[in-house]
């Protein structure tokens, strides 16, 4: 099974900070990386899929990229409504594994 | 507008089974494949298994930790994915996602529904 290692696994940020969180797999998954965000008892929601492509109606302030074994997640300008818990998922075999998470808190 | 809504939660013995039902609304669900997603309380997102539409004959993914005791079926008919859960363990308590994969683009869940939470416990 492919595994993904995200860091931090906690970070403390405050609103307009630039943030960037990392996922590493361990081995080449090429450009099938997805992100998704979940806020406290919510469901995750879809933000970024093939590494970089924004889904649609997600601001632009997020980008991802990367390809083969690490991936970024950008965040430019954090806004309050981003403080959540971002996961990444590998999308090039199964079993589809996803990250630990990483948990965006307020400074 | 798309929406899937879970049900079925509940508490149940360690040894029990439980289905749990994933209603489908605003898209062509017959088209689709569709996934189920797990999550433990405080703990991160698992993927449980994935059903292929029609054209693929309906087959299915499943992870290690649940195959040979889950089961994904689904009922295009009614708009409607399951899970059958047999031989549950405690540590099969969490909130399970129902979650759609998009036609093209790739392998991702484009929409969640809004969970259904599974305890398992004596």
């Known amino acids: 099974d492919i595994q993904l290692t995200q860091s931090p696994s906690f970070l403390s940020a405050s609103v307009g900070d630039r943030v960037t969180i990392t996922c590493r797999a361990s081995?080449?998954?090429?450009?099938?990386l997805a992100w998704y965000q979940q806020e406290p008892a919510k469901a995750p929601k879809f933000l970024i899929y093939?590494?970089?492509t924004l889904q649609s109606g997600v601001p632009s302030r997020f980008s991802g990229s990367g390809s083969g074994t690490e991936f970024t997640l950008t965040i430019s300008s954090l806004q309050p409504e981003d403080f959540a818990t971002y996961y990444c998922?590998?999308?090039?075999?199964?079993?589809?594994?996803f990250g630990g998470g990483t948990k965006v808190e307020i400074k | 507008e798309v929406q899937l809504v879970e049900s079925g939660g509940n508490l149940v013995q360690p040894g029990g089974s439980l289905r749990l039902s994933c209603a489908a609304s605003?898209?062509?669900?017959?088209?689709?494949?569709m996934e189920w997603v797990r999550q433990a309380p405080g703990k991160g997102l698992e993927w449980v298994g994935l059903?292929?539409?029609?054209?693929?004959?309906?087959?299915?993914e499943y992870a290690a930790s649940v195959q040979g005791r889950f089961t994904i079926l689904r009922d295009d008919s009614k708009n409607s994915l399951y899970l059958q859960m047999n031989s549950l363990k405690t540590e099969d308590t969490a909130v399970y996602y129902c979650?759609?994969?998009?036609?093209?683009?790739?392998?991702?869940?484009?929409?969640w529904g809004q969970g259904t939470l599974v305890t398992v416990s004596s």
């Open positions: 081995q080449g998954i090429s450009s099938f």
């Open positions: 979650a759609r994969r998009p036609l093209v683009g790739g392998r991702h869940f484009d929409y």
């Open positions: 059903s292929r539409n029609k054209a693929r004959s309906y087959t299915t």
């Open positions: 998922q590998q999308l090039n075999s199964y079993p589809l594994t």
């Open positions: 093939a590494a970089s």
């Open positions: 605003g898209f062509t669900f017959s088209d689709h494949y």
